[in-house]
């Protein structure tokens, strides 16, 4: 990371500013360009919004970004207003700033789950000592809703911080109140405490549950190493009920606070930047253009420039009143520029990640995704690497078969014995599908994956599905193994 921020670091002191912020134009998804939008307008007087937008810009980019309706007036050059004895640096655009990078689209604020813990201590016939405790303890929850400290530690934090003296019992006996809370499981000290909680809400003399409460408290080992004959022999059970006293546990929370957390937080809606149709076999690619307004250099600025150029200019008071209007133009003439290239941009290299898997868009089969990685579409485009790499960032198209962001295009390669170049995902693809067809009573380990894999002519390494497999977030054989 400290060796990409060099490269950037020197990468930006090579460039104009005018550069550096059409290169983060570039970057920003179309959700929150519009907020860009609007921040140059209340910035920049002399740029106005035109006309509404239609929804989606038309196939064909040369004919949005030559459109008569929105080129500047050929007639008006801002240059020739400019006198030759004004300094550059008064009128040169420099919206440099921290405060420029990135600014993302503000999440709404809502409580955390430790606040929804806390409003239901509020219903308990709790003392102010009780309180305070209980209170630690759900600030010292992680965000699984695990309490990882000590109950030592925590007389010492209401010692110091609260001045609040008590024992580990008193705390052990808040701490039992605390786990009573909603969601169950909540205030867990480890994996099994928390799903004997969720066990012990419903059990009701089920026997089923009685069985997944025993297996949780006296062959919890057994279970997580997946050791179901021992646990089978040692219970004296049948297949089915063992099967059945899993399948019970399997169901519990194992992140019980994550819930309430996923309940809580705003949810920020994905955007397609993009989107690619099928017509008669052929694909259509359009640019979503609905948070791009049309946006002009303002009339009343161009003829205040014209004012000031055309009057005389004594005064000190007048010649800064100019710099300020020739600043604001040029300014909103970059902008509108800027504004256009990144359209331009960001269609061209589109349309060419499209054109390299075109048989992916067209079927929405992985295996007909080809290796692709920066390098060809910047040669294809004849663009920098790092400029391919800004537009595939936070972008998203919209296909026939889902919404997927640019980067889930670009991938690594394999050879197969013919010598053909086949993409990584590709191979992930058919890994996922072994897995999920495999016999669950004896999971297929990463050796017979690997000859597998060999056998359909796929030249690859048992430490490379290992790579794979861990990648896809799938667990070894042995924890795959069902009864």
């Known amino acids: 990371m400290a060796l990409r921020q060099q490269l950037t670091q020197k990468l930006e002191q090579r460039l104009s500013p005018q550069q550096i912020q059409l290169m983060k ?57 400019f006198d030759d004895d004004t300094p550059d640096y008064k009128t040169q655009v420099n919206n440099k700033s921290k405060d420029d990078e990135e600014r993302g689209v503000p999440l709404s604020v809502d409580s955390s789950f430790q606040d929804k813990l806390t409003e239901q201590l509020h219903l308990l016939d709790l003392d102010d000592t009780q309180f305070q405790i209980a209170d630690t303890i759900i600030g010292n929850l992680d965000e699984s809703g695990y309490l990882n400290r000590e109950l030592d530690a925590i007389v010492d934090d209401l010692a110091f911080s609260s001045n609040v003296m008590v024992t580990e019992e008193e705390v052990e006996h808040v701490l039992k109140v605390v786990q009573e809370l909603d969601p169950a499981g909540i205030g867990a000290r480890d994996l099994r405490e928390c799903l004997l909680l ?16 025993k297996i949780l408290e006296d062959h919890f080992e057994e279970f997580t190493r997946k050791h179901y004959d021992k646990i089978q022999k040692k219970l004296e059970i049948e297949d089915e009920d063992l099967k059945e006293a899993i399948d019970a546990i399997i169901r519990l929370n194992p992140k019980p606070g994550g819930s309430l957390k996923d309940n809580s937080k705003s949810v920020q809606q994905v955007i397609p930047d993009f989107m690619i149709t099928e017509f008669d076999g052929k694909l259509e690619l359009t640019i979503n253009g609905r948070n791009t307004p049309d946006l002009k250099v303002s009339k009343e600025y161009e003829q205040l420039l014209r004012s000031y150029a055309e009057g005389a200019k004594t005064s000190k008071a007048d010649k800064d009143a100019l710099t300020f209007v020739k600043t604001k133009l040029e300014g ?70 889902g919404v997927y962001s640019l980067k889930y295009f670009f991938s690594e390669s394999l050879s197969t014995d013919t010598g053909e170049e086949v993409s990584t995902r590709e191979v992930k693809k058919i890994l996922t599908d072994a897995i999920e067809s495999e016999n669950k009573k004896k999971p297929l380990t990463d050796e017979h994956l690997a000859k597998l894999l060999n056998d359909k002519g796929y030249n690859i390494a048992r430490r490379t ?16 193994k069902e009864l």
């Not at 937008?53 to 020739?80: A, K, L, Q, R």
């Not at 599905?465 to 795959?480: F, G, H």
């Open 25 to 81: 134009l570039l970057q920003v998804p179309t959700m929150e360009l519009d907020q860009r939008i609007k921040q140059e307008l209340e910035e920049n007087p002399a740029l106005d919004e035109g006309a509404e937008e239609v929804d989606e810009f038309d196939n064909d980019p040369e004919d949005d970004y030559n459109d008569d309706e929105n080129e500047f007036d050929t007639d008006f050059d801002i240059s020739d207003y």
């Open 198 to 213: 969720q066990i012990e809400r419903v059990q009701e003399g089920n026997i089923t549950l009685f069985t997944a409460k």
């Open 332 to 401: 909103a003439k970059w902008f509108i520029d800027a504004i256009r290239q990144r359209q331009q941009t960001l269609y061209t290299t589109m349309h060419a990640i499209m054109m390299y898997q075109y048989e992916f868009f067209l079927t929405g089969d992985e295996t007909n995704m080809k290796p692709m990685i920066l390098k060809d579409i910047a040669e294809i485009v004849n663009l920098d690497i790092s400029t391919v790499s800004r537009v595939a960032n936070s972008k998203y198209v919209q296909t026939a078969y």
């Open 465 to 480: 599905i290992a790579k794979y497999r861990e990648q896809l977030n799938i667990p070894v054989a042995r924890l795959r």
